[in-house]
């Protein structure tokens, strides 16, 4: 790391004080694979539009490593918070036990990427030899700024499985839980893919494709320059319909979507259903260099499967076309596990101030861990690839440690 004596950890009330190269070098250095939401330019969106702040409950806490010469050796994406919503890894029991205890649960620290349920790292180092001497001053550094803080304890949710496993060989506790992933297999087409499948799936799905597209429905993919206000404007009419009945307050707000368009526009896909010549629904995907993230949908229109369509099959086709090593299609969603997408497990780990519910957290944890083993196990049995593909259908495509 370079004068490792001297190398200090600072808190950053925000990424507008960071310098967004040195940032990324760290979050995606050259020759590992790009994650863009740890990127300087998705995170400061959040901040500067206002969608992530301490107006709304999170407030940007970042933790920096400074090497000895003042260079940025590490980070961490970190949040003070006063609630548990838009993280997707659900602690509100564990906050309600400590609270009837007589404890405080909140305020927390976070180390997170804000309402997205995407693997990726939260450790934030350059590559090198003095790598995992980074990561544990990180680790130490957030451990000592929650002690002096006073907050119950650090979440660090989404991790890829190895900075799991190395924050579990430093004492936190660990959790595992379940999404569902596509895996591309050299596919040249969407026909290769179904050819995989069994016969009884495959009819499944080409029904439904045909069923989302009945009525006029249209499909168009808009991504870099091709996007302007007009589809953002689209887009956010979904995301407020469908997040406010589904949520009752939707956590982006409308210049965030405009933010990610100046920042990040290759990195962002619509795909958008047009209908009698007007947008009717879209679903919003990030784009990493080896896999696409599926994130936010929405509609104005109800058509039968059209939430699939949008959502899965044309992740899918963008996914083969790009030669995307796999899609991550969000959090939950058992009713993915038909159309292609297997179970594939998440990691988060957690440091607890207080000794007792720290031990009562671990045990619950420990069975938690078995269950999840077991629902992906079980799970794995209902895949809807071909016998003799159903042991492996990633074949030789593992999702990458980040």
């Known amino acids: 790391m370079g004068d490792a004596e001297q190398a200090i950890i600072k808190v950053a009330q925000g990424l507008g004080a960071v310098d967004p190269a040195a940032w990324d070098a760290c979050a995606n250095p050259d020759g590992e694979p790009y994650n863009p939401f740890v990127s300087h330019a998705f995170l400061s969106a959040l901040e500067d539009s206002g969608s992530a702040t301490r107006r709304t409950g999170w407030m940007p806490y970042h933790l920096l490593l400074e090497d000895g010469c003042g260079g940025l050796a590490g980070a961490m994406p970190m949040y003070l918070k006063g609630h548990s919503r838009g993280e997707y890894v659900f602690d509100r029991g564990w906050a309600e036990a400590y609270e009837r205890a007589g404890g405080d649960y909140y305020p927390k620290l976070q180390v997170s990427v804000p309402f997205t349920p995407a693997t990726g790292p939260r450790l934030l180092t350059r590559p090198g030899p003095g790598r995992e001497e980074a990561e544990d001053r990180l680790l130490a550094g957030a451990v000592e700024v929650a002690r002096r803080s006073g907050v119950s304890s650090i979440h660090w949710t989404f991790l890829p499985e190895r900075q799991w496993t190395r924050l579990g060989a430093q004492g936190c506790l660990q959790r595992t839980d379940q999404q569902f992933h596509w895996h591309n297999r050299g596919y040249g087409s969407f026909d290769d893919f179904l050819a995989d499948l069994s016969s009884r799936k495959r009819k499944m799905i080409r029904k439904e494709r045909e069923r989302a597209l009945e009525n006029g429905v249209e499909i168009e993919w808009v991504t870099g320059a091709s996007l302007t206000e ?42 958008m259903a047009k209908r009698n010549g007007r947008y009717i629904g879209g679903a919003l995907n990030f784009i990493g260099s080896d896999a696409l993230y599926g994130r936010n949908w929405g509609a104005i229109e109800h058509h039968p499967f059209l939430h699939f369509e949008c959502c899965y099959y044309q992740a899918i086709d963008f996914a083969i076309s790009r030669g995307l090593a796999r899609v991550e299609a969000g959090a939950q969603g058992e009713h993915k596990l038909a159309r292609g997408y297997l179970p594939s497990k998440t990691y988060s780990a957690h440091w607890i101030a207080n000794a007792s519910f720290r031990e009562a957290v671990a045990d619950y944890l420990e069975r938690e861990r078995i269950y999840v083993d077991r629902e992906v196990e079980a799970l794995g049995e ?14 030789d495509m593992q999702e990458d440690d980040f």
Do not use: C, Q
């Open 230 to 271: 007009d589809h953002w404007d689209a887009f956010f009419a979904f995301y407020m319909d469908t997040g406010s009945r589904k949520w009752g307050s939707p956590y982006l707000t409308r210049e965030f979507f405009s933010l990610i368009n100046e920042r990040l526009p290759g990195d962002t896909l619509l795909v």
């Open 382 to 395: 209902y895949s809807p690839f071909r016998h003799d593909l159903a042991a492996d259908p990633a074949g």
